[in-house]
């Protein structure tokens, strides 16, 4: 699919994946609605871009604004590319306190939230202005890549809202791109490993050596770019479909 001229949106465009992403699809052609609440980084990125890229203050667990950002994107251009890579607060707690008491229900919730129903509510908006569009020269609509994490496999302790979070997404994948083959759109999950971003409030030197040692090879941390470089060969590639790729340089998460 080429995407010169065309628009896409971004979740989570205003920092760590979801950056490098806006900074490659807008390298690849593409005009990008940078769809994030953090409106300082968003507002700048979208200012080092020209006019390339816009930045719309957007809340994916709600429903008119993940509207108003899709809207956006269509006044760029057609849209034909939506990627969710947006973050959020996790429990981070075992289901049982040392105390015996249980990790409370609405952090729980409120992880599903973000980051699988936060997912659903884009890919639907985004999937359904794609289906208005004429077909490409491939036949296709469009493509939506949704991120997921290794945790979906191999969840660690302390992890139970993130990890069946992330697993929705990748049990949505499949179920996706075949609801949407009859409109010739594409869904494709991307599960990353360890990749160092802003979210880990640490500066890249401390967080490599606290985490990188332990991914097999590359013995280091992903890189945002890589994570954007998959995002541009999927979209160039109208065969990858359905699928999960993991990115993650073998590593495997273990107990903790």
């Known amino acids: 699919m080429q995407i010169q001229g065309k628009a896409a949106i971004v979740s989570g465009g205003a920092g760590g994946l979801g950056e490098a992403t806006v900074r490659r699809l807008v390298a690849d052609g593409a005009r990008v609605v940078i769809a994030d609440l953090a409106e300082d980084r968003g507002a700048k990125l979208a200012a080092d871009l020209g006019d390339q890229a816009v930045f719309v ?3 994916v667990t709600d429903e008119a604004s993940v509207a108003a950002a899709v809207a956006a994107a269509q006044e760029l251009g057609e849209l034909r590319v939506s990627v969710c890579a947006h973050a959020g607060p996790v429990a981070q707690q075992r289901i049982l306190a ?3 008491s249980p990790m409370p229900q609405e952090l729980f919730d409120r992880t599903l939230r973000i980051y699988l129903s936060g997912t659903f ?3 639907r908006q985004a999937a359904a202005a794609m289906a208005a569009h004429d077909p490409m020269d491939s036949g296709v609509r469009g493509l939506i890549v949704n991120t997921a994490s290794i945790a979906a496999f191999e969840g660690q302790v302390g992890q139970a809202d993130y990890s069946a979070a992330k697993g929705g997404v990748v049990g949505l994948g499949l179920v996706a791109a075949r609801d949407l083959s009859a409109t010739g759109i594409r869904v494709v999950t991307v599960a990353p490993g360890t990749f160092y971003t802003p979210a880990f409030q640490l500066d890249e030197d ?3 050596e606290a ?8 013995k280091r941390m992903g890189r945002a770019d890589e994570y954007a470089d998959l995002v541009s060969f999927l979209v160039g590639n109208d065969y990858v ?7 993650d340089g073998a590593q495997r998460f273990g107990l903790k």
């Open 57 to 59: 203050r957007t809340d």
């Open 98 to 100: 040392r105390d015996g």
């Open 121 to 123: 509510n884009l890919l």
């Open 206 to 208: 401390s967080a490599q």
């Open 211 to 218: 985490w990188g040692k332990h991914v097999p090879f590359p």
């Open 241 to 247: 479909n359905g699928e999960t790729i993991r990115i």
